[in-house]
């Protein structure tokens, strides 16, 4: 199976920081990367698939980049409905792995 | 718009067998390039990807899990199932599904439901 390591796990942040979140890849996945948010008691939602492509009605300031085995997810500025848990996750291969996640919480 | 909904018992007992169904609606579950998940998330946890169905009936579970599940779907109710059998507190969890829809050079899982939540406890 292909591990996705994700950092960090949790992080404090404040309304209209900047925050950036890394997943790395145990072998090469190419650009075969999708970015999930998930808030308390829902299904995550899809942010950014394919590394760096922005879902249809995602905002802007969420992006997406990286290939091969080390990518990136960045919020360029924190809005309070950003507050949430993210996951990376591989569909490069089956079975599909997701990083172990991060929460996002206000300072 | 496609929504996904997933039901199942609440409540198993050990040693029992886990049966939940996913509806579909908004959509054909024999749409081209639709692979209708199954992924779980225990407490407080993060996803475990359990396995998928295709729309042409191609099947694949996570080698973890493979020999407790059974992936079917009922075209005629455009429904998906899970069976896993043997059932132990460890399979306590959130179960999903999800759409993941397939192109020529990506792959996405959207949308998803909410989740059914299963306690596995005698």
């Known amino acids: 199976d292909i591990q996705m390591t994700q950092s960090p796990s949790s992080l404090s942040a404040s309304i209209g920081d900047r925050v950036t979140i890394t997943c790395q890849a145990s072998q090469d996945i190419r650009h075969y990367l999708n970015w999930y948010q998930q808030k308390p008691g829902k299904g995550p939602n899809l942010l950014i698939y394919?590394?760096?492509n922005l879902q249809t009605g995602v905002p802007s300031r969420f992006s997406g980049s990286g290939s091969g085995t080390d990518f990136t997810f960045t919020i360029s500025s924190l809005q309070p409905e950003d507050f949430a848990t993210y996951y990376c996750?591989?569909?490069?291969?089956?079975?599909?792995?997701f990083g172990q996640g991060t929460k996002l919480e206000i300072k | 718009q496609v929504q996904l909904q997933e039901s199942g018992p609440g409540l198993v007992k050990p040693s029992q067998t886990l049966s939940l169904t996913c509806t579909v609606s908004?959509?054909?579950?024999?749409?081209?390039?639709?692979?209708w998940t199954w992924i779980r998330q225990h407490p407080g946890k993060g996803l475990e990807w359990i396995g998928y169905?295709?729309?042409?009936?191609?099947?694949y579970s996570n080698p973890s899990l493979e020999s407790r599940i059974t992936i079917s779907v009922d075209s005629s109710k455009n429904q998906i199932s899970l069976k896993l059998t043997s059932v132990t507190a460890a399979d306590t969890a959130i179960y999903y599904c999800?759409?993941?829809?397939?192109?020529?050079?990506?792959?996405?899982?959207?949308?998803w439901g909410q989740g059914t939540p299963v306690t596995v406890s005698s």
């Open positions: 996750q591989q569909n490069d291969d089956v079975p599909r792995t």
């Open positions: 908004g959509d054909s579950i024999n749409s081209a390039g639709s692979y």
């Open positions: 169905i295709s729309y042409n009936g191609r099947i």
């Open positions: 999800a759409r993941e829809f397939s192109g020529y050079n990506y792959s996405w899982l959207d949308p």
């Open positions: 394919d590394a760096s």
